[in-house]
């Protein structure tokens, strides 16, 4: 069993930057894909970044701007949002996965590649 925590979420304007933590805890991260997902009001929770285990993947919304990366020595996982738009408004959701999948192939774009979630945490941007 795993256990998530998200923190770091806050109200922040049109260009700036925030940097979401999750915490881990029950076991080591190094044995599963990490990723983010974010869940908009009215809007149905969506495929943000995942670090499988080198390489990194992002939905094409966040590319150049978000850079996900892990701890493996801390059981930690970051998210770091730069020039943020009032579009990214949502809540935040670190996920864990054990299946391994080429990266590349889209598996973890999928809300059902993940076996562990966080509780979110809340990011608002305004303009």
């Known amino acids: 069993q795993v256990q998530l925590v998200e923190s770091g979420g806050g109200l922040v304007q049109a260009g700036g930057s925030l940097r979401l933590s999750c915490a881990a805890s029950?076991?080591?991260?190094?044995?599963?894909?990490m990723g983010w997902f974010r869940q908009a009001p009215g809007k149905e929770r969506e495929f943000v970044a995942v670090?499988?285990?080198?390489?990194?993947y992002y939905a094409d919304s966040v590319k150049g701007r978000f850079t996900i990366s892990r701890d493996n020595a801390k059981n930690m996982v970051y998210l770091q949002m730069n020039n943020l738009k009032s579009e990214d408004t949502a809540v935040y959701y670190c996920?864990?996965?054990?299946?391994?999948?080429?990266?590349?192939?889209?598996?973890?774009?999928?809300?059902?590649?993940?076996?562990?979630w966080g509780q979110g945490t809340q990011v608002t941007v305004s303009s």
């Open positions: 996920a864990a996965g054990a299946a391994k999948y080429s990266g590349a192939s889209g598996a973890y774009a999928r809300m059902s590649s993940y076996d562990y």
């Open positions: 029950g076991r080591f991260l190094s044995g599963y894909a």
């Open positions: 670090l499988p285990w080198s390489n990194t």
